[in-house]
């Protein structure tokens, strides 16, 4: 990866990195505690949501988060089409208009749908999101990150990251959540890889999730794999998770991963 801009606030560094992805260019930021020793410490990747990016106010929040109360370093990535990476400022603010609209509907108690073109190139998305998470789990160690990694995504930060742990056995525990089964494009491949999880997984959902239904996500987490597998409902829509669902992310990765080095 190449650094390309660094700052120290509150005591967590942050790296604004490129990484070079065959012929992609993907932005990246890696956060750091700033007055602790540069050793192998955990890693936390965070996978951000539809219309987000990586420094999302909550994915910002969770990172400094994970810095300053487990010692961890933390990274996250533009997924593709989305942030530095959006090449059509129009079509995705339609997309961002779109899933505004079908949240303010309220639940309906139906998947929300895509149109089908925006449904392939949501399928094209997964791929490459899977592809440059791997290719930045091999970059790490050059940084001195050699593990272990955790892994955090939910809604879009779980169609792409569900897949990528399945197939990763470097990942070692995940938050993953806001999903749910449904007959969209690539359908078969996301639930072969969530019967194939074998690692730890906590499940986040909201009861009255206007893109994804009760029964959706109650049959996602029946069908994930692994052995030790918790999820947490709570009520309200698909941006209304409480925050102290936080304070259940520090735990999981703590009894996984202990504390970092401080």
């Known amino acids: 990866m190449d650094v390309v801009g660094v700052i120290n606030e509150k005591g967590v ?3 604004r990195f490129d990484l070079k992805v065959e012929s992609e260019v993907v932005p990246g930021i890696l956060w750091r505690p700033a007055d602790a020793p540069e050793e192998t410490r955990p890693t936390i990747l965070i996978g951000h949501g539809g219309t987000q990016n990586k420094r999302a106010p909550n994915v910002l929040a969770l990172a400094r988060r994970f810095v300053r109360h487990l010692g961890y370093t933390a990274v996250a990535l533009d997924a593709p089409g ?5 090449t059509d400022e129009a079509a995705a603010g339609a997309a ?3 899933l505004e609209q079908r949240i303010a ?3 309906t108690g139906r998947p929300f749908e ?4 925006e449904a392939k190139a949501w399928v094209e998305r997964t791929r490459g999101g899977v592809k440059e998470w791997k290719a930045l789990l091999d970059d790490l160690p050059s940084v001195g990150l050699t593990g272990p990694y955790g892994y955090w ?3 879009m930060g779980t169609a792409i990251g569900l897949p990528f742990v399945s197939g990763e056995p470097r990942i070692q525990a995940a938050v993953l959540g806001l999903a749910g089964l449904n007959n969209r494009p690539g359908a078969e491949v996301f639930q072969a890889a969530a019967r194939n999880l074998r690692i730890p997984i906590l499940f986040v959902f909201q009861w009255d999730d206007e893109l994804m239904n009760r029964e959706s996500g109650l049959q996602l987490f029946d069908i994930i794999g692994s052995e030790e597998k ?6 309200g829509g698909h941006v209304a998770t409480p925050l102290f669902e936080r304070d259940a ?7 996984h991963f202990g504390r970092g080095a401080s």
Do not use: C, K, W
Request: glycine share 8%; proline share 12%.
């Open 249 to 255: 992310y520090d735990a999981f990765f703590a009894r």
């Open 13 to 15: 560094i942050e790296q």
């Open 96 to 98: 961002r208009r779109r």
């Open 105 to 107: 509907q309220g639940p």
């Open 153 to 155: 995504g939910l809604s």
């Open 230 to 235: 918790t999820m947490h409902i709570n009520p």
């Open 82 to 86: 989305h942030g530095e990476r959006v």
């Open 114 to 117: 895509i149109p089908p073109e």
